[in-house]
C-alpha cells in the first residue's frame, strides 16, 4: 500500500512538473505589464486551457486555423495558458497573452499585447536560445508586427513559411537563422487563434 501511494505521488510530482514546464508566464508581470501597458492600473490573471474551454472540438479548430498539426509538450489540450487582462480603473486596456514554441535549439517565448479588438499593440520574445537571439528579440524586429491582426495572419502557410498581404512585408533580421524565424512567425499565428479562441470569439477589428 505504501508503495503505491509513493508511486502515485510520483505520479502527480511528474505532472505538475510538466504543467509548470509548458506554461507561459510573464517573468515579472508587474514590470512587464506598466512596460507594456504604461497608462494600466492594475491587471487581472487567469488560467485557460483548450481542455477546460471546448475539448477536443476546440483542438482540432485551432490546428486547422493554424494549417499545422501540434505535437510535443508545448502544444497538446492540456497546456495551461496565461492570459493577462490589462485594466486602467474597471475599463480592459487589453491582454497580454504568450506561447511556448519549439526552436532550433530549445523553446520560444512569445507574447503579444492586444487591444480590446485584438490589433497587436506590444511584441515580445521572452525566451530565445539562437546564434541570432539578439537580432529577433530586436526593437526593430518586434515593430514590425505591431498593428496587425488574427485577419492579417490567417493567409499565413505555417508549413511553407509563406505570407501575403502585410505580413509579407515582415523582414527575417536573420536570414541564416531562418528556421527561428519561422518558430517565431507561427507563435504569432498560434499566439493570435488562441486569443480569437479564448477571448474575442471571432470578433474581427
Known sequence: MKKLLIAGALVLAATASLWAAVGCDLNDPD??????????????????????????????????????????????????????????????????????????????????ALDPQGVIRGFYIQKLTSRAATQLRSKSFARQFIGLSLKDFDGYNVPFGRAEGPVAAIRNPAPEAVWDFRAVMRAVKKNLILMDEFVYHGAKP
Open 31 to 112: 514590470r512587464d505589464v506598466k512596460r507594456i501597458f504604461p497608462e494600466s492600473t492594475g491587471y487581472k490573471t487567469t488560467y485557460l486551457s483548450i481542455k477546460d474551454g471546448g475539448g477536443l472540438q476546440q483542438l482540432a479548430r485551432v490546428i486547422n486555423r493554424l494549417g499545422d498539426k501540434f505535437s510535443g509538450p508545448y502544444e497538446n489540450i492540456d497546456v495551461p495558458y496565461t492570459l493577462y487582462e490589462i485594466k486602467k480603473g474597471a475599463a480592459t486596456l487589453g491582454y497580454i497573452h504568450g506561447v511556448n514554441q519549439k526552436g532550433t535549439y530549445g523553446g520560444i517565448q512569445v507574447f503579444l
